[in-house]
Antibody
Framework: EVQLLESGGGLVQPGGSLRLSCAASGFTFSSYAMSWVRQAPGKGLEWVSAISGSGDSTYYADSVKGRFTISRDNSKNTLYLQMNSLRDEDTAVYYC???????????????WGQGTLVTVSS | QSVLTQPPSASGTPGQRVTISCSGSSSNIGINYVYWYQQLPGTAPKLLIYRNNQRPSGVPDRFSGSKSGTSASLAISGLRSEDEADYYCAAWDASLSGGVFGGGTKLTVL
């Protein structure tokens, strides 16, 4: 059974940093690209970032480029999102999502985590 | 302003058929697959349609997807109260080198 478990969310001041983790199980982690998708309170889904299965290729939304870094440790079956220079508008539930096709990066997310809440506020 | 455009709301009565549109451009829907997600209140999104018109196992055949040019549609037939949810379309955008979602459509079953 595929499971994705996010952690690391919490309250952080504007300008601060936070690192999210997503522990994956139930599939060959290194074979699949992964993504982070966020949802601000009462708002829609926003794609944030993606990383290839090997970790060699990364992609970012313009809204987070230069501030967020996606990475993965395939030996630990874990996905990360390092978030720096956080802003009020980064407040959201952050979901990690598994891409449904092997070896491609798309918006085909067949499994999602339960999400972790990040609140940026002074 | 989302890259993919969806109507903010839709509604129907039980048993009816409703459609939700998703409009994009030549850099996303025009050249890439469209995916649809259902999000029930307080829960994570769930994959509903992949590769324009394919249903994952467990998704009822009441749900169907289609794509034409730079637009896509999700159709729900035999509407049921449990279909009341938010629906999102998504695609990869070649120009942005990133994923894009529609703004979401809130479906109300009257």
């Amino acid at each position: 059974e595929v499971q994705l478990l996010e952690s690391g969310g919490g309250l952080v001041q504007p300008g601060g940093s936070l690192r999210l983790s997503c522990a994956a199980s139930g599939f060959t982690f290194s074979s699949y690209a992964m993504s982070w998708v966020r949802q601000a309170p009462g708002k829609g889904l926003e794609w944030v970032s993606a990383i290839s299965g090997s970790g060699d290729s990364t992609y970012y939304a313009d809204s987070v480029k230069g501030r967020f870094t996606i990475s993965r440790d395939n030996s630990k079956n874990t996905l990360y999102l390092q978030m720096n220079s956080l802003r009020d508008e980064d407040t959201a539930v952050y979901y990690c999502a598994k891409v449904g096709d092997v070896a491609v990066v798309t918006t085909y997310f067949d499994y999602w985590g339960q999400g972790t809440l990040v609140t940026v506020s002074s | 302003q989302s890259v993919l455009t969806q109507p903010p709301s839709a509604s129907g009565t039980p048993g009816q058929r409703v459609t939700i549109s998703c409009s994009g451009s030549s850099s996303n829907i025009g050249i890439n697959y469209v995916y649809w997600y259902q999000q029930l209140p307080g829960t994570a999104p769930k994959l509903l349609i992949y590769r324009n018109n394919q249903r994952p196992s467990g998704v009822p055949d009441r749900f169907s997807g289609s794509k034409s040019g730079t637009s896509a549609s999700l159709a729900i037939s035999g509407l049921r109260s449990e279909d009341e949810a938010d629906y999102y379309c998504a695609a990869w955008d070649a120009s942005l080198s990133g994923g894009v979602f529609g703004g979401g459509t809130k479906l109300t079953v009257l």
